[in-house]
T-cell receptor, first 110, second 115 residues
Framework: KQEVTQIPAALSVPEGENLVLNCSFT??????LQWFRQDPGKGLTSLLL?????REQTSGRLNASLDKSSGRSTLYIAASQPGDSATYLC?????????FGTGTSLTVIP | DAGITQSPRYKITETGRQVTLMCHQT?????MFWYRQDLGHGLRLIYY???????DKGEVPDGYVVSRSKTENFPLTLESATRSQTSVYFC??????????????FGSGTRLTVV
């Protein structure tokens, strides 16, 4: 069974810092990987989707990379803002279903 | 409004009662999913549906029943609620199986408490 791990579980940074969130998975046979943002009491908002053939995807201040062979993905957030405070989840698509990590809770301090 | 909506947002029920959580999507996506989110476990798949009248079990289906008579609706029923089913439930949809292009779109969730 695919296992997805996100480290750290929580992260607190001052506003303006660049930061990296990590996602690792045990089975490299994936179709794609998706990063989500979850605000407290809310649903999941899709941020970026990387296909297995891609190395990275960018959207605004966000950049996600994928190294399928080593089972890792990173989400890079540039020039962090207080509005980026949320929980970030990654999910890997094995073709049978998506497997989710438990998330990294990010707090950006003004 | 276009999108995926869940109701109710919050529900408190007693042990042993039947409760149904509703999910409605307006995109005509073929695939719909029910997940539960618990501390320490992340999101786990309960059931999914590939089309109207086609459903299948996910990772944690015990104690739940689903139906899909119409493409846009995918209700989740807890036939006899237990305290271990206290959780936040999310509905999701996608255009195709385990969408390889567009990924998932999620509803806002239903917070269920079983007392």
């Amino acid at each position: 069974k695919q296992e997805v791990t996100q480290i750290p579980a929580a992260l607190s940074v001052p506003e303006g810092e660049n930061l990296v969130l990590n996602c690792s998975f045990t089975d490299s046979a994936i179709y794609n990987l998706q990063w989500f943002r979850q605000d407290p009491g809310k649903g999941l908002t899709s941020l970026l989707l990387i296909q297995s053939s891609q190395r990275e995807q960018t959207s605004g201040r966000l950049n996600a990379s994928l190294d399928k062979s080593s089972g890792r993905s990173t989400l890079y957030i540039a020039a962090s803002q207080p509005g980026d405070s949320a929980t970030y989840l990654c999910a890997v698509n094995t073709g049978n279903q998506f497997y989710f990590g438990t998330g990294t809770s990010l707090t950006v301090i003004p | 409004d276009a999108g995926i909506t869940q109701s109710p947002r919050y529900k408190i029920t007693e042990t042993g009662r039947q409760v149904t959580l509703m999910c409605h999507q307006t995109w005509s996506h073929s695939y719909m999913f029910w997940y539960r989110q618990d501390l320490g476990h992340g999101l786990r798949l309960i059931y999914y549906s590939a089309a109207a009248d086609i459903t299948d079990k996910g990772e944690v289906p015990d104690g739940y029943v689903v139906s899909r008579s119409k493409t846009e609706n995918f209700p989740l029923t807890l036939e006899s609620a237990t305290r271990s089913q206290t959780s936040v439930y999310f509905c999701a949809s996608s255009e195709s199986a385990w969408d390889r292009v567009y990924g998932y779109t999620f509803g806002s969730g239903t917070r269920l408490t079983v007392v």
